[in-house]
């Protein structure tokens, strides 16, 4: 099935370093989602972005809806070691697939101390 | 709120059985879920919608014979692996829509399910 494309695949810092990942996908989505998987566990939701150039914090975590509805970025700051994890970013189309989710490939974050 | 379960959170089978997995809204009602399933180290793909009141609607590829849902209630959603295989092994998860904190409706996630058939 379609998945977006999203960069990096992995990422390896030292704590406290900025972290920035993306993703684009070649056709529109209705809203972006950013997940944060831990080994074992389900995704937790981290930032719901729901409108084309809309801007959205939480906490140390930024998060970017294109312009165009195709793509966007996460931005972990300062980073600490309970970041570690895998980071989604999913895509939700509205009409008769609403709720119907297109995930990236996942960037695995490793947080040296 | 919008806290999703399922259970169980692992189970180990013989070749040729069936297992059902449970995914359970806990504190809102979901008309709709949706099950995912995810190999090691790699992402989401989806597998069908779960419909309650009425059949599931399953995505190119997956076998609705093989992996039969029912949406018993407004908070139940099943999932069963008939007749299972080793290559049916594979981490199983639920979704829900619900909203909770800062969020409008969105998607939540269950813990998964860890099936290893033997």
């Known amino acids: 099935g379609q998945q977006l494309n999203q960069s990096p695949q992995s990422m390896f810092i030292q704590e406290g370093e900025d972290v920035s990942m993306n993703c684009t996908s070649s056709s529109i989505f209705n809203t972006w989602l950013w997940y944060k998987q831990d080994p074992g566990e389900g995704p937790v939701l981290l930032i719901a972005l729901y409108k084309a150039g809309e801007l959205t914090s939480n906490g140390r975590l930024t998060a970017q809806f294109g312009i165009t509805r195709k793509d966007s970025f996460l931005n972990i700051s300062a980073s600490i070691p309970s970041d570690v994890g895998i980071y989604f970013c999913?895509?939700?189309?509205?009409?008769?697939?609403?709720?119907?989710?297109?995930f990236g490939q996942g960037t695995i974050l490793t947080v040296h101390p | 709120g919008a806290v999703v379960s399922q259970h169980p959170s692992w189970v180990i089978c013989k070749s040729g059985t069936s297992v059902k997995i449970e995914c359970r809204s806990l504190?809102?009602?979901?008309?709709?879920m949706f099950w995912y399933r995810q190999f090691p180290k790699k992402s989401l793909m989806l597998m069908a919608t779960s419909n309650e009141g009425s059949k599931a609607t399953y995505e190119q590829g997956v076998e609705k014979d093989k992996f039969l849902i029912n949406h018993a209630s407004l908070t139940l959603s099943t999932l069963t692996v008939t007749s299972a295989h080793p290559e049916d092994s594979s981490f199983y998860i639920c979704?829900?829509?619900?909203?909770?904190?800062?969020?409008?409706?969105?998607?939540?996630f269950g813990p998964g399910t860890r099936l290893l058939v033997l």
């Open positions: 999913a895509g939700q189309r509205g009409g008769t697939s609403y709720g119907k989710l297109t």
């Open positions: 504190d809102f009602q979901a008309t709709t």
């Open positions: 979704s829900a829509p619900g909203t909770s904190g800062m969020f409008r409706e969105t998607q939540y």
